[in-house]
């Protein structure tokens, strides 16, 4: 009996090897279709894995290729399986994203909130979250200057965020503050162009030269050839 438990326990144990050894290869086979773009042939590699072994980051990459396919609602109803405590930031941004895509904008605030929450760096969802809450029927600048200023007291120099909290101040009618941005994104701006300005000087100092090295060369030759 006791050998009978055994030789069971050691089959089932292959088996649950052989399952994920078949589950990761189907994995692999998924991401390089990502690479490839074939986002079709992914869902279908992750199907197959998922079948031999759910797990959420399968979910997340199902969810993946449906947001870059454009089917947001696949791409919410998969991300909404799993606790938004293990979402990563990617997964939070197509949450986002799709959301807003389906004009649901509700939805789309809320993930918005809590990917700034997370992850309160991001200076491209600040913005955008920022343009949300003044875009809304219900304009909220308020809501949109505090999470700028949180932001730009960390990060001054965000010219996408700096446009957005120029924005808000002006809808909340703090126009003082509004120049105080403008003059802050500009000087982001021209230190950028300045930058490659002085990029194209070198480029055009650097062709100089080398023209001047080949006359110089040349010129040596045909005196060569005539000694």
Not at 31 to 44: G, L, P, Q, T, V
Not at 77 to 82: A, F, G, S, V
Not at 126 to 142: C, G, H, I, R, W
Request: glycine share 4%.
């Amino acid at each position: 009996m006791q050998k009978q438990i055994l030789l069971f326990a050691v089959v089932c144990c292959i088996c649950l090897h052989t399952m994920a050894q078949n589950c990761q290869q189907l994995i692999e086979k998924g991401d390089s279709c990502m690479k490839a773009y074939n986002y079709f042939c992914a869902i279908s590699h992750y199907k197959q894995a998922q079948m031999l072994g759910d797990n959420n980051t399968i979910r997340m990459k199902l969810a993946s290729c449906y947001y870059l396919r454009t089917a947001y609602k696949q791409c919410v109803d998969m991300l909404k399986t799993i606790p938004e405590d293990s979402l990563t930031h990617d997964a939070m941004r197509e949450m986002y994203y799709a959301q807003g895509a389906m004009q649901q904008t509700t939805l789309q605030t809320y993930w918005g909130m809590t990917l700034v929450d997370k992850f309160p760096m991001d200076g491209h969802i600040v913005a955008d979250l920022m343009k949300l809450f003044v875009n809304q029927e219900e304009s909220n600048p308020n809501m949109a200057v505090l999470y700028g200023e949180r932001y730009y007291k960390i990060d001054s120099n965000n010219v996408e965020v700096n446009r957005a909290l120029g924005e808000a101040y002006f809808l909340n009618r703090k126009y003082e503050r509004r120049v105080v941005t403008s003059v802050s994104t500009r000087s982001v701006t021209a230190s950028r162009m300045l930058s490659e300005a002085h990029r194209r000087r070198l480029r055009r100092f650097k062709y100089s030269l080398e023209t001047i090295y080949v006359y110089h060369l040349k010129s040596l030759k045909q005196v060569l050839k005539r000694k």
